[in-house]
């Protein structure tokens, strides 16, 4: 008997070849869109149009919901950091990522397996494969097939727009900006699929992928594409040598500004908005800036239109980020929003911490929702507490119990308590701006909610 294989639709509309020999392929993956299907399939998403679809559909059963369980239940999501690079200047390597990345770029499910193996221990990125082959019709009859028409039609107007619009010189502008480099023989793999019924698009990149879901009646591309190199320009940050890294690093840490390093925290966000939301879409506007937010997180927002004058003469004059773009990014951050180091808001998008009950984790992550970087540590001790001060994060940590004894080896760890009074018995939230221009937030609950606690950071 004949073996019957699944075939994967991989639409690879054109190659499209710029500059000097970068690649950058369009397509549409269907292994990348029913995996992205499952995921929002999952009871942990919100409500969304394909969780809807398939939820009135036939195949919503005890068998499937029973797969569903199991997809969202594998253990795929491992990561390792780049010790020798300044923290967070680049991205952990993540295996979720690395996974889109070979649904994108094989031609089978098979391939992907034989790809991926390593990745993940066998049994898993087996059941992994076997959930995407058998959610592979479902999402084509309840997804795919309805909006094929008007989705074709897109990606063939997406290709047509990305080769009239010059897409290799934005590339090229960013890689001297970043003074970052890129390996011309490796391709840009474009991966879209249909959003229906969405007044909005999705974009990441991660690697040499950029990725987004589109809504099936776009019809202006500006934003998309604008959005899309908003995107590449942090793989190019993240690209840049360590040793460029290191001395970017050292001069943020070495201006005197106490905001120099909050700034430099919210930086590979604001220059991405920048060159992205605000040169990018300025260029395929006809010359007239993006008058709507250009990110929705407003310090970034904020920020990148303060910063837009400056980046912008750095593309026209053709010069790289140095020592001088980055004493008069702090001067800007400080002088235009000396505020902004004190706002629980902005100092908690970058945080770590300390609590010996698990649950307070959910209650900040309900206050501060919005998350640029986050660690947690369930263990108050003098390792833990060394191991928070390596990072350049806001540091909160929670005392519920043994208050007399936690104070005290707080205390003890950080040299800029050593003048600090207080009563262990009474109820505080007390905030410190350390030496590595990092907040510390100590909070000493004792009758209080924790949500009642954090409204009193100031």
């Known amino acids: ?22 690649k950058f392929n369009i397509k549409y993956s269907e292994p990348l869109a029913v995996f992205v299907f499952m995921q929002n399939l999952s009871e942990n998403y919100p409500d969304n149009v394909f969780k809807t679809e398939f939820q009135k559909s036939k195949y919503n059963t005890d068998e499937f919901i ?3 369980r199991e997809f969202n239940d594998l253990p795929i999501d491992y990561s390792y950091q780049f010790d020798e690079y300044p923290y967070a200047s680049k991205t952990r390597m993540q295996t979720r990522d690395l996974l889109k990345k070979n649904l994108i770029e094989t031609n089978t499910l098979n391939d992907f397996r034989l790809r991926s193996i390593g990745i993940l221990p066998n049994n898993v990125l087996n059941a992994l494969t076997t959930y995407i082959k058998s959610f592979t019709p479902i999402y084509n009859e309840l997804i795919y097939q309805p909006n094929k028409i008007k989705f074709e039609k897109q990606l063939a107007e997406i290709t047509e727009y990305a080769k009239n619009n010059d897409l290799d010189s934005y590339f090229e502008k960013g890689l001297v900006f970043y003074n970052s480099s890129w390996d011309q023989s490796i391709p ?4 879209f699929y249909p959003f229906p019924e969405s007044d909005y698009f999705t974009a990441q990149a991660f690697y040499n992928n950029f990725v987004s879901a589109i809504q099936t009646d776009l019809e202006d591309y500006k934003d998309l594409f604008s ?8 793989i190019i940050y993240n690209e840049q040598t360590l040793e460029f890294k290191v001395l970017i690093d050292e001069a943020f840490k070495t201006n005197p500004s106490r905001s120099s390093n909050y700034a430099y925290l919210l930086m590979n966000e604001v220059l991405a908005t920048a060159l992205g939301n605000g040169y990018v879409y300025e260029k395929l506007n006809n010359g007239k800036q993006d008058v709507n937010d250009w990110y929705f997180h407003q310090y970034i927002d904020l920020m990148s239109r303060k910063i837009y004058p400056l980046v912008k003469g750095y593309i026209t004059e053709k010069r790289s980020i140095d020592k001088n773009f980055v004493n008069q990014y702090i001067q800007l951050y400080e002088t235009s929003f000396p505020n902004w180091i004190n706002e629980p808001d902005n100092i908690m998008t970058y945080r770590y911490v300390i609590s010996e009950n ?14 640029s970087m986050e660690e947690n540590d369930s263990e108050l001790s003098e390792t833990s507490i060394n191991t928070m001060k390596k990072t350049p994060l806001t540091k909160l940590i929670v005392i519920s119990n043994d208050n007399a004894q936690k104070l005290t080896l707080v205390k003890s760890n950080f040299k800029e308590l050593r003048d600090w009074k207080y009563i262990p018995d009474q109820e505080f939230v007390r905030k410190f701006l350390l030496n590595d221009k990092s907040q510390l937030i100590i909070i000493n609950q004792k009758n209080s909610t924790l949500d009642k606690l954090l409204t009193m950071i100031k």
Do not use: C, P, Q
């Open 188 to 191: 840009f793999e474009i991966a």
């Open 66 to 68: 029973k797969l569903i």
């Open 1 to 22: 008997m004949k073996k019957k294989h699944l075939t994967v639709i991989l639409m690879f509309l054109t190659l499209l070849m710029w500059g000097k020999s970068i």
């Open 227 to 234: 959005v899309m190199m908003h995107e590449t320009y942090h």
């Open 358 to 371: 698990s649950d307070d984790f959910n209650t900040i992550r309900r206050k501060f929702r919005y998350r």
